[in-house]
């Protein structure tokens, strides 16, 4: 299985309230051991761990410019209009249509400010289904008037009026969209308690946050839509900007689809032209590296955020995700503990709990989990931590406990990819095979990543019908092409390639790719997909130390421990490969098809030459 990370994870801006993590070890004494910080971080920056989220601050979120509102000049104009204008965004842009910046630029759609510099009638913002302009539609705007001059003065009220028909649609797309959509944290009201708490000044936060229930929907794509039609009218609007850049990270990520880095970073860029180093966007490129893998570039980036808003929520979780990334667990954890005090919520427990059970406390990572799950609201918050507590359970091998949490998850959105991906996994190690290849063939059909497509082809493998060969080497081809799709559009796919290539594709290619990624990081992840593709070229004298370098946090992965049981095998180990191969079978016994087929046969071996 591919090491988990937040991509998917929801992140929020808004005001840090309710209970921290450090709430939930609070019933049980001996998990204090465990006490966040409250005074310093190793390093003396920020702490964090987070990506995605729910609807805004306060529930709502203000459409508008460089200072986060828009004023509605236009309230007499007729609804049917304001419908006619909302219809264009319905239709999500392909990624071929998208232009260099981001945002469709229709040489026919002219701004706002050129409208008011000029008394010529222009266009109004369409993605090209719009057919009318403003003032076609307005019976004041005659041209009776235009010998008293009255003319140029409704050109300019038309003008105005378009602006405002922008921010209208742009507001009804956010009122309609806080609990399922995008929240657009443009909100001048999103007061970070910790600020005041510590005697500073009350800091605005800014940066964007997408709800975590889009990750399955179209609502992603209808709202990108709308923040084209917006930029269109302001394209000034820097925060809309850097809300459009990651909106195209959160699009790429969820939907498999690496073509949209490119465009997200151009948003991003445009962003911080307009206004260099507002948090939103420097949040944004955060999030953006962290996607591509680039986690050296997401640490900087999140630092800098943290700079300008100590308080951003965005920031705070993807420095905790770059310091995992990077394999400097205790850094980690130490952001993780300022960013539960800083901004205790969903995002920021979700994180707290993967520090918590990266180093093999697994009783922890459970209690704050099941704490952000009583504290999720929306359907996205429920979906993305029951799932947590769903893979967390199936990793220690309580098949039906993960079930339970991902019928939960799929309870609060039935299109929950993760969720489904998760569950496919558990039916296939309870022996429910036809459901979870079923399963996963869903999730590959709309979410065509190296995880699921591997494990997919591994349950073809280990069915054996006739056709299921070829249609295993199908799924590990789809893994190469996209790997390369991705390395096309800048995201490092080392860890990936080495994985899957180690069982399913070159092994040179595997050993190569983990040695690049391992010299750019030291995780247990890179460390155990290193000692594997050592292992499967000959080379396991080598192989051994990082083998045992996986293991050594105390993470609880019975693929790791089934890895070094093999490695120890083939070294002249033997009790110890006893020892670790039935530690891996134990642990979680339907860990993978193959592997967990191939553990109990070296065990079966060591146990007969006893």
Same mark, same amino acid.
């Given at each position: 299985m591919s090491p988990r990370t937040n991509d998917g994870a929801p992140e929020h801006e808004r005001p840090a309230s309710g209970p921290t993590s450090e709430d939930a070890t609070a019933a049980d004494p001996?998990?204090?051991k465990n006490e966040p910080n409250t005074t310093t971080e190793a390093d003396g920056t920020a702490g964090t761990n987070g990506t995605a989220g729910t609807a805004g601050t306060n529930g709502t979120a203000e459409p508008g410019g460089a200072d986060g509102t828009a004023?509605?000049?236009?309230?007499?104009?007729?609804?049917?209009?304001?419908?006619?204008?909302?219809s264009a965004t319905a239709e999500a842009p392909s990624a071929?249509? #998208? /232009? =260099? &910046?981001?945002? $469709?630029?229709? *040489? +026919?759609?002219? @701004?706002? !400010?050129?409208? %008011?510099?000029?008394?010529?009638?222009?266009?109004?913002?369409?993605?090209?289904? #719009? /057919? =009318? &302009?403003?003032? $076609?539609?307005? *019976? +004041?705007?005659? @041209?009776? !008037?235009?010998? %008293?001059?009255a003319g140029v003065v409704d050109e300019r009220v038309a003008a105005?009026?378009?602006?405002?028909?922008?921010?209208?649609?742009?507001?009804?797309?956010?009122?309609?969209?806080?609990?399922?959509?995008?929240?657009?944290?443009l909100t001048a009201g999103a007061i970070a308690i910790g600020a005041v708490r510590d005697g500073g000044t009350p800091h605005v936060a800014t940066?964007?946050?997408?709800s975590p229930g889009l990750l399955a929907s179209g609502d992603l794509d209808t709202a990108i839509a709308a923040l084209q039609t917006h930029l269109r009218a302001q394209p000034k609007d820097y925060g809309s900007w850097a809300t459009l850049g990651l909106a195209y990270v959160e699009q790429a990520r969820t939907k498999g689809d690496p073509s949209r880095y490119p465009q997200a970073e151009q948003a991003l860029k445009r962003s911080l032209s307009l206004k260099k180093d507002n948090d939103a966007a420097l949040a944004g490129r955060a999030a953006l590296a962290a996607a591509r893998h680039d986690f050296s570039g997401a640490l900087t980036y999140a630092d800098k955020t943290l700079k300008e808003n100590p308080y951003s929520e965005r920031a705070l979780c993807s420095r905790i995700d770059a310091l995992v990334e990077l394999?400097?667990?205790?850094?980690?954890?130490?952001?993780?503990?300022l960013a539960d005090q800083r901004r205790p919520g969903v995002p920021v427990f979700t994180r707290y709990a993967y520090v918590h059970e990266l180093r093999g406390d697994v009783t922890t990572a459970r209690r704050v989990l099941e704490r952000a799950l009583s504290a999720s609201t929306t359907p996205g918050d429920i979906s993305y931590v029951a799932a947590q507590l769903g893979q967390l359970a199936w990793n220690q091998g309580r098949y039906e406990e993960a079930l339970t949490y991902y019928a939960r998850a799929l309870a609060a959105d039935d299109t929950y990819l993760p969720a489904l991906e998760g569950r496919a996994r558990?039916?296939?190690?309870?022996?429910?095979?036809?459901?979870?290849?079923?399963?996963?063939?869903?999730?590959?059909?709309?979410?065509?990543?190296?995880?699921?497509?591997?494990?997919?082809?591994?349950?073809?493998?280990?069915?054996?019908?006739?056709?299921?060969?070829?249609?295993?080497?199908?799924?590990?081809?789809l893994v190469d092409a996209w790997t390369a799709i991705a390395r096309a559009n800048g995201v490092n796919v080392d860890l990936d390639t080495a994985l899957a290539a180690a069982d399913h594709g070159d092994r040179a290619t595997a050993l190569r790719a983990a040695r690049d990624d391992w010299s750019r990081r030291h995780t247990v992840h890179t460390a155990d997909a290193l000692a594997w593709a050592l292992h499967v070229n000959g080379e396991d004298a080598e192989a051994l130390a990082f083998a045992r370098q996986a293991t050594a946090t105390g993470y609880r992965n019975a693929s790791f421990l089934y890895h070094r049981g093999v490695i120890e095998k083939a070294t002249g180990h033997p009790d110890d490969a006893r020892t670790h191969l039935a530690?891996?079978?134990?642990?979680?016994?339907?860990?993978?098809?193959l592997g967990a087929r191939e553990a109990r046969t070296a065990l079966k071996t060591l146990e007969a030459d006893k």
């Open positions: 001996n998990l204090r004023e509605d000049t236009s309230a007499k104009r007729p609804t049917s209009e304001v419908d006619s204008a909302e071929e249509s #998208a /232009t =260099a &910046t981001g945002v $469709d630029t229709d *040489p +026919g759609v002219t @701004t706002a !400010e050129a409208d %008011s510099d000029r008394g010529t009638t222009t266009t109004a913002p369409s993605d090209g289904n #719009a /057919t =009318a &302009t403003e003032a $076609d539609t307005d *019976p +004041g705007a005659t @041209t009776a !008037e235009a010998g %008293s001059g105005v009026r378009r602006v405002g028909a922008a921010g209208r649609r742009w507001r009804r797309v956010q009122l309609g969209a806080c609990a399922a959509m995008m929240a657009v944290g940066a964007a946050a997408v394999g400097r667990y205790d850094d980690a954890e130490q952001a993780a503990n558990a039916q296939a190690a309870t022996g429910q095979r036809a459901e979870a290849i079923k399963g996963l063939e869903t999730v590959v059909a709309r979410y065509p990543l190296p995880g699921p497509l591997v494990a997919l082809g591994e349950l073809y493998e280990a069915r054996g019908a006739q056709g299921d060969e070829e249609k295993a080497q199908n799924q590990y081809a530690a891996a079978l134990k642990l979680n016994p339907g860990f993978s098809p």
